[in-house]
């Protein structure tokens, strides 16, 4: 009987640490903006905002070359804007503008994550797009990556927006843990919910859903489930690539779908 007790005993401190500290599993924050837009030959403004609680946040601006749509993104889990340099010139090429902005506890932002946190992050953001820049929502396209599609996903609930665009999203974080970790009974021990699945049927606007389809960190059919559970009108498409690099891997492709999509806004 004892021998059966080793391993619970081990199951049960390793769960206990993991619900304990469940944001050292969530969240990978990187402080250092090594690099700013002007290191790829974007023109660029500084844009330093608040949250209603009052935590000061960190963006910046790049102006599209042609009026039209603008972008604000909602980056990943990892890193900070500085790390999407890439990206931000690659809808700039498109004629988009781009407000890309760090969640709190992400480069020059201050506090720490927190789901609550991340959501009033993003509403902090579109103030400042819509008050300080004067770009309106119907303007604004809402656009996340991984961890931000559930940023993005909440904040198109509340506001009229151009589009949404959600890129390698997850079901929920309680399906994350069970996909990494299926051994470990985390679910009904999990704070954040990030639940994209739930959220996406109160969405009432053009839908982009873009998966990788050698991700092994949010399954192509994560993406799907999100799909059918969306009731607006939608497109999706798998591109080659894993979770991380699939818009390089497929840099054709992405641009091709985004420009079609913009096109039907």
């Known amino acids: 009987m004892k021998f ?12 206990g640490y993991m619900v304990m500290f469940e944001d050292q599993y969530i ?15 974007l023109a660029f403004e500084e844009h330093h905002f608040v949250t209603g609680e009052g935590i000061k946040l960190y963006g910046w601006y790049m102006p599209g070359r042609e009026a039209g749509f603008t972008v604000l993104h ?7 804007i500085s790390h999407r340099l890439h990206l931000y010139q690659r809808w700039h090429d498109m004629g988009l503008g781009v407000f890309a902005f760090d969640y709190r506890g992400y480069g020059k932002s201050e506090g720490e994550p ?7 992050d993003g509403r902090a953001a579109l103030k400042e797009m819509q008050e300080g820049l004067s770009i309106p929502a119907e303007r604004i396209i809402l656009a996340g990556r991984s961890i931000g599609c559930a940023v993005a996903a909440e904040l198109a609930t509340a506001v009229n927006a151009a ?3 959600l890129e390698t999203p997850f079901t929920s974080i309680p ?22 699945l739930q959220v996406i049927e109160d969405v009432d606007m053009p839908l982009l859903i873009l998966s990788a389809n050698d991700d ?8 799907g489930r999100i799909l059918e ?21 497929s840099e054709r492709a992405y641009i091709s779908v985004w420009a079609d999509w913009l096109a039907s806004l």
């Open 4 to 15: 059966l007790l080793i391993p619970a005993l081990a199951l049960g401190i390793t769960l």
């Open 27 to 41: 969240y990978f924050p990187m402080r250092d903006v090594a690099r700013t837009p002007a290191d790829v030959g």
């Open 74 to 80: 909602f980056h990943g889990n990892a890193g900070n």
């Open 114 to 120: 927190s789901e609550p946190g991340l959501y009033a």
């Open 163 to 165: 589009g949404l665009a």
């Open 175 to 196: 399906d994350m843990a069970k996909k990494h970790y299926p051994w470990l009974p985390l679910g009904p021990f999990i704070r954040s919910r990030f639940d994209i």
């Open 216 to 223: 092994h960190i949010a399954p192509a059919w994560m993406a």
């Open 229 to 249: 559970a969306a009731k607006t009108r939608k497109n999706s498409t798998g591109l080659d690539g894993g979770h991380n690099d699939f818009d390089i891997v």
